[in-house]
């Protein structure tokens, strides 16, 4: 990031002109994900990160935004640019509310001022209080916070009277259910190594510029990065060489899913066969299906074994096709494009799927119980006759490949150097691996995913992309990016919380994240 800031510099940019450009990024994030205005409080240090938190502030403010700006540094200490854009948010024209004296008794137009640095204790307790009340004033208006305090040039552990403010920030998320949004990094994170001190920032939301730092994905990294965005800035850019690990968004997908032709037919975007479900897991084989329609798949086939067949048929979405089979070595002489295999199977047939893994020709998605059963003899991977995309969680992983501990990406990188497969490890940064293509981390989603049929969904929708002509790689990383976008736009724009979400809801929202790409 430095190298392409002092490329930039060299061919004449200013630095203002890419601190504009990251505070405007960094506030269209958090209008994407909170539409409706409400309080924002700018922590800010005396730097560029400061002045990128103090634009994005300035941003919002138009939008209706109340903004409160806490000063960890005294203004004599705080750079140049920094102080100029305070004074520009400070100057814009004031809100419905009217002017707000600050503690310096000067009148700022709808912003308040706040000095960390002095001794405003009892100011700060009535700020707390103002909060406090502001959330049971009729509809709660969302509490958001930036944090500008702290840039990637900075290493832990903290010092004051920085470590203050992170531990301020910290309570507000804790008691006063704020949103932390920290601007390129939290504060407090090693952005290289991705280590932590005891008092680092908290975010739920981390809005990186120009490009993801090596710590944000690190292991240890996500519950203190949260939900990664990345702002791309026009004036910066990419070194020349060729990247070992990328980031999922919508820019990499460009051209992957070209507009459908007003001719199109359903034989152009895939007939699915889906190995699924079993007496208990019916509920499986429905939301792979599901999956794989909302995906854009033409055709889907559920196959179940002929005991479940009457249950699936009278659940399953009205669009698929269910058919009941025997055996399912019958399965190799179907004329399925795609299959996806595993999600609520069981394992009492073993010996059959592992046939279907081994000898079917056409490309495959393997979850849940295809995974279990390959565990068993994983040298099989060796010797499948069509391309395999494994979606494995950790916990599937250890039993697929219980070699010794590595990080999450060594573990990846290791199993696809042994196997030719590709892999989606799910997770809260959720990996796709492949032989000889960088690691590509997925940034979307949230906690409310950690719940039964997530998994089958994915499934599905992988197997649908891949039967539009995406390979097991980007159909991978396509897939993992929707479903978690699809999990946002349920809790951020449609009223569901962590708590709430559902599979269903992420197959409702697909349709708007696909509206992204």
Excluded at 346 to 366: C, D, F, T, Y
Aim: charge should be positive; proline fraction near 5%.
């Amino acid at each position: 990031m430095r190298a392409a800031e002092e490329t930039a510099f060299a061919q004449g940019v200013q630095v203002e002109a890419l601190m504009n450009q990251a505070g405007a990024g960094v506030a269209q994030a958090v209008a994407k994900f909170f539409p409706k205005p409400g309080k924002c409080i700018v922590f800010a240090g005396k730097g560029h990160n400061a002045g990128d938190a103090l634009v994005a502030a300035e941003r919002l403010g138009r939008l209706g935004w109340k903004i409160e700006v806490r000063l960890a540094f005294k203004l004599e200490d705080c750079s140049e640019l920094m102080r100029k854009k305070l004074e520009e948010l400070r100057r814009r024209p004031p809100q419905t509310l009217g002017a707000i004296p600050s503690r310096a008794g000067s009148t700022d137009l709808g912003v308040t001022l706040l000095e960390l640095y002095a001794e405003v204790a009892g100011e700060l307790a009535a700020a707390e209080e103002r909060i406090g009340v502001e959330a049971y004033v009729g509809t709660a208006a969302p509490l958001i916070i930036l944090d500008g305090l702290l840039g990637i040039g900075a290493r832990p552990p903290l010092r004051e009277p920085v470590r203050a403010a992170c531990r301020s920030i910290n309570r507000l998320r804790a008691t006063n259910g704020a949103h932390v949004f920290a601007v390129d990094i939290p504060t407090g994170l090693d952005g290289d190594s991705g280590k932590v001190d005891r008092d680092c920032v908290v975010a739920d939301f981390t809005i990186t510029i120009g490009f993801a730092k090596a710590g944000l994905i690190a292991d240890g990294a996500p519950n203190y990065v949260g939900r990664l965005e990345v702002v791309p800035l026009a004036d910066l850019h990419p070194p020349d060489k060729k990247p070992k690990e990328i980031i999922a968004s919508p820019q990499a997908f460009q051209g992957l899913l070209p507009r459908r032709q007003y001719s199109a037919y359903k034989n152009q975007f895939g007939r699915i066969g889906i190995v699924a479900g079993s007496k208990g897991f019916i509920g499986a084989a429905l939301m792979t299906s599901q999956g794989a329609l909302r995906a854009g798949a033409g055709l889907v086939e559920v196959f179940v074994p002929e005991e479940t067949y009457e249950i699936v048929a009278a659940a399953a979405p009205m669009e698929a096709m269910v058919k009941p089979v025997q055996s399912y070595r019958d399965l190799l002489k179907e004329k399925a494009d795609v299959w996806a295999v595993g999600p609520g199977l069981g394992q009492s047939r073993a010996a059959q799927i592992l046939e279907l893994i081994e000898k079917l020709k056409q490309p495959m998605v393997l979850d849940a119980d295809g995974l279990n059963i390959v565990s068993e003899k994983t040298s099989i991977l060796k010797r499948c006759k069509g391309q395999r995309l494994l979606t494995p969680h950790p916990g599937e992983m250890k039993r697929i490949y219980p070699g010794e501990k590595q990080s999450r990406a060594q573990t990846a990188t290791t199993f696809c150097n042994r196997f030719p497969v590709t892999l989606l490890l799910k997770g809260s940064r959720t990996i796709v691996a492949e032989r000889n293509r960088p690691l590509s981390y997925n940034t979307t989603g949230n906690p409310g995913m950690a719940t039964g049929g997530m998994g089958d969904v994915l499934t599905g929708v992988c197997a649908g992309l891949v039967g539009q002509g995406l390979s097991l790689y980007n159909a991978a990383r396509v897939g993992a990016w929707l479903c978690g976008r699809a999990a946002e736009i349920a809790i951020f724009n449609n009223g569901q919380s962590e708590q709430s979400l559902l599979a269903r809801d992420v197959l409702d929202h697909l349709g708007d994240a696909f509206d992204e790409l």
